[in-house]
């Protein structure tokens, strides 16, 4: 899951288990956009800037609602 900030991509969701995993996507590193994309997800998960899966959803739900 993609999350963005003013529309555009900021960080991008993925589950632990596959960003524990030792494999390599070949097709990320072609693309310097997603690579730093990551790199700025990495940065907020070690600063603690992470919020879990129900309140995002509920976030998003109640911003839905809104429109």
Do not use: C, K, W
């Not at 899951?1 to 632990?16: K, L, Q």
Request: charged share 30%.
């Amino acid at each position: 899951m993609t999350v963005t900030r003013n529309g555009r991509p900021a960080a991008v969701v993925i589950p632990a288990q596959e960003r524990e995993s030792p494999h390599e996507t070949p097709e990320i590193p072609s693309d310097v956009e997603t690579v730093f994309s990551l790199l700025a997800a990495g940065e907020e998960i070690a600063r603690g800037e992470v919020h879990p899966t129900d309140e995002v959803l509920t976030a998003f739900r109640e911003r839905g609602r809104r429109r």
